[in-house]
DNA sequence: AACATTTTCGCAAACGTTTGCTGTGGATAT
DNA sequence: ATATCCACAGCAAACGTTTGCGAAAATGTT
């Protein structure tokens, strides 16, 4: 069996096609009878109407584009999901693409958007990138872009963040209000924008507020490295860690287990997170929430700004929260 | 600026369409010399086909619907993630639906992936309807559906799923191994077909290679249910608990954290993941893999056969394997 | 030089819609 | 009875491609 189209109803009708194109849209022209008719032969026929047809036709596809290194990812994948959903509430589809941190795959995905007529691109860039060219046709064809996460070092876009320097100070408050001495802060990859902003809002929380706390600074690039090094900084003692994300706090929590560190007594742990991996543990890590879906609804109305008309360019970053665990 | 087309292309060069469009495709009508040309112009233009128009006229939209209940899941999204990989290797796009488990918002969905003449559908079901009747029309448009992990229980259907019955097993023999005495196994839905599968063959190992062993079992719905039939539990002394998925796990491990249960000493674990889960914890949980990334390529692969011209409908697994972490 | 081939390209229809405009018949108003 | 208007429906173009077929130009053959 075929799909149907408007051409088959209306010859089983015996009227035009764009009687019955009118009559299924509720079209004031038509009278209420042929309407009967028309909707009820295309309901049995299960008419569903071909969407390349119409968008290429309108020239108007309700389709956003979304591009991601890797939906394997808490914060990713609960701001994809955020954002399916507002597409899906107003009526808008999603075609999600991963960029696997490669440039080149991320020029293909972006092709792709653009041979699919995209009306919208939510991006977020791959680390290694900073070129923006392939991004730039977008802005020559009027599509809007709204960057989020990881956003380009220039101006002249539209960014939704999460608060990173927001975030770095209110962990650093939360160490600061219990009175700790000496802390472990682990970082992410240096070369990435959003670690040299949590690291610098840290930094500088502590040493203007609390001047007196010990600070011991590393990185880690991933939840191994994390691990090591946390291992290797026990031996001078912190009485806390801070940990900057999941990846690194998934590894310092196994360091932690492996020393069989009792937390918060032995040791206290506070981390930015999304808010999934904290609840894993017992006691519940202290941290502050980073929400990928509050990001989300964040950049769907940015989208839907764009689209309204704003010129206006702006960045916007969600609000962050401490939320206590016990683990501080 | 507007996309270029083959119109405005051909225009320009004093050539019609069918000339730019075969140039484009490597025609052999066309001379090297204007093929040259075009490509040329095409580049400079940055020219892209617009989608929409080819999948009307060639009637073959490269497109897969994948329905899924939520993303946020560590096993679907390493699912989704190796089907979208595939999909970009081989030309195919992706539109990724959650349905939230929930039968209205699958039908539209559904209806979604039908207006957009997609070529193959990866459904996974949502838990609570068995009604199969959207998907019906599917098959009078011979369009392939690949059903995975929940499937419906019907045989006319392609399915790939992982090895329940066979997980399960793996984890039973692990236990007998080990010469356990008690252990207490936790399930999930009782109404998931995916619940009954893991539930009898885990018995059926149990009792037929070692009816000795003492069995408590029982059911959660969720993690933090996990958590207190765990505590409940733990004053009957079992030396082992199997936890049928990454949710339960993640809830027992909390009541063994909050017990401060050392394990394996005073406790041994075993579960079926996906793998993400056991390895954030110290020893690492022993878990019997099933892997969603290895049963998104199964279903790709069934898709292919499917688009090749199959019609042996046939039912797929993947093939369940013991990783040892310490925690037995 | 005449013809046969091959190379190179254009015409036009078709895919399934939407939509501005035109046309018809009947009802109402004068 | 004629003019006017409204309700209803059809015509046809357009969106950007692909592709079978035919035609012109270039080349080769005798």
Redesign the interface.
């Known amino acids: 069996?075929?799909?149907a189209t408007l051409k088959n109803i209306s010859e089983l009708l015996g009227l035009s096609i764009s009687t019955v194109s009118r009559a299924l849209k509720n079209h004031p022209d038509i009278s209420e009878k042929t309407k009967l008719r028309v909707m009820e032969l295309a309901t049995t026929l299960?008419y569903?109407?071909?969407?390349?047809?119409i968008?290429?036709r309108t020239n108007n596809?309700r389709l956003f584009g979304l591009i991601v290194p890797?939906?394997?990812n808490f914060f990713y994948?609960?701001f994809?999901?955020s954002v399916?959903?507002e597409c899906?509430k107003n009526n808008y589809?999603?075609?999600?693409?991963?960029s696997g941190d490669d440039p080149v795959?991320e020029a293909?995905s972006l092709?792709?958007c653009?041979?699919?007529?995209i009306t919208g691109l939510f991006a977020c860039i791959s680390s290694h990138s900073n070129q923006l060219e392939p991004y730039i046709?977008f802005k020559?064809?009027?599509i809007p872009v709204i960057f989020f996460d990881k956003v380009p070092d220039v101006n002249d876009c539209n960014k939704v963040c999460v608060a990173d320097a927001e975030a770095a100070c209110l962990a650093a408050d939360a160490i600061i209000s219990k009175k700790k001495k000496k802390v472990l802060a682990l970082f992410g990859n240096e070369r990435l924008l959003i670690t040299r902003k949590r690291l610098a809002a840290f930094k500088e929380t502590m040493s203007s507020k609390a001047p007196s706390i010990k600070l011991l600074i590393d990185f880690a690039n991933n939840a191994a490295e994390a691990d090591t090094l946390t291992a290797k900084y026990m031996k001078q003692k912190p009485d806390t860690v801070f940990c900057m994300s999941d990846e690194i706090l998934?590894g310092t929590?196994?360091a932690i287990?492996?020393k069989?560190l009792?937390f918060p007594d032995e040791i206290s742990i506070i981390a930015i997170s999304n808010g999934f991996?904290p609840k894993?543990?017992?006691p519940e890590i202290t941290y502050v929430e980073t929400s990928g879906s509050k990001l989300g609804k964040l950049a769907f109305s940015s989208m839907m700004a764009c689209l309204g008309g704003s010129t206006f360019i702006q960045e916007l970053t969600t609000e962050a929260v401490l939320v206590e665990g016990g683990s501080l």
Chains 1, 2 share one sequence.
Do not use: F, G
């Open positions: 069996m075929n799909n299960d569903e109407p071909n969407v390349n047809a968008n290429l596809t890797s939906i394997l994948d609960t994809i999901s399916e959903e899906r589809s999603l075609m999600i693409l991963q795959i293909t092709k792709l653009r041979q699919n007529r046709k020559d064809l009027k998934t929590m196994k287990q492996k069989q009792s991996i894993l543990y017992y």
